[in-house]
T-cell receptor
Framework: GDSVTQMEGPVTLSEEACLTI???????????LFWYVQYPGEGLQLLLK?????DKGSNKGFEATYRKETTSFHLEKGSVQVSDSAVYFC????????????FGTGTSLTVIP | DTAVSQTPKYLVTQMGNDKSIKCEQN?????MYWYKQDSKKFLKIMFS???????INETVPNRFSPKSPDKAHLNLHINSLELGDSAVYFC??????????????FGQGTRLTVV
């Protein structure tokens, strides 16, 4: 079935370090791919998305490229800030059964000054 | 304007009690969901409704019963609460599959603590 495999955390980085959180997926058909962010005590917010192969989603300095050949959607940021500390979820949606969303296990990121 | 709103935000209750969590969305979406997030942040789909009809019902104890009076509301009722039900419950909504490129919108969550 459809699924998302996400790099396990927790991840701790110093401010201004580079970030990569790996995400790979398994899906039939052509899923849309998403990164969500959850700040402490809050709900999930969409960070970025890509709806077809080779699309690049970007927001707040974060980027991810939909790679069909490697079934990946890795999240990257060149220089993280303390305010980026949160849990990041990779997700996909398919139309196999309504508009169903599959989430990865989440990766906790802590950025220290 | 809150797109997806859940109440209450916090719920502390004793084992064996019955409780409800309410969810409303003002986005005009057809599909609504309930997710459970455990202490390790893992998100598990519980239910999905499309236009008041149940379309996903994952392996969830039948003590959990969703109710959708209209497509803007999806409430979650839990009977005979157990310690293991303690978690954060998230409501979400999205357009139906013909607009599958659109993301799901989440509420702020309800932190349920069973003591």
């Amino acid at each position: 079935g459809d699924s998302v495999t996400q790099m396990e955390g927790p991840v701790t980085l110093s401010e201004e370090a580079c970030l990569t959180i790996n995400c790979t997926y398994t899906a039939t058909g052509y899923p849309s791919l998403f990164w969500y962010v959850q700040y402490p005590g809050e709900g999930l917010q969409l960070l970025l998305k890509a709806t077809k192969a080779d699309d690049k989603g970007s927001n707040k300095g974060f980027e991810a490229t939909y790679r069909k050949e490697t079934t990946s959607f890795h999240l990257e940021k060149g220089s993280v800030q303390v305010s980026d500390s949160a849990v990041y979820f990779c997700a996909l949606s398919t139309s196999n059964t309504g508009n169903q969303f599959y989430f990865g296990t989440g990766t906790s990121l802590t950025v220290i000054p | 304007d809150t797109a997806v709103s859940q109440t209450p935000k916090y719920l502390v209750t004793q084992m064996g009690n019955d409780k409800s969590i309410k969810c409303e969305q003002n986005l005009g979406h057809d599909t609504m969901y309930w997710y459970k997030q455990d202490s390790k942040k893992f998100l598990k789909i519980m239910f999905s409704y499309n236009n008041k009809e149940l379309i996903i019902n994952e392996t969830v104890p039948n003590r959990f019963s969703p109710k959708s009076p209209d497509k803007a509301h999806l409430n979650l009722h839990i009977n005979s609460l157990e310690l293991g039900d303690s978690a954060v419950y998230f409501c979400a909504s999205s357009p139906y599959q013909q607009a599958m490129n659109t993301e799901a919108f989440f509420g702020q969550g309800t932190r349920l603590t069973v003591v």
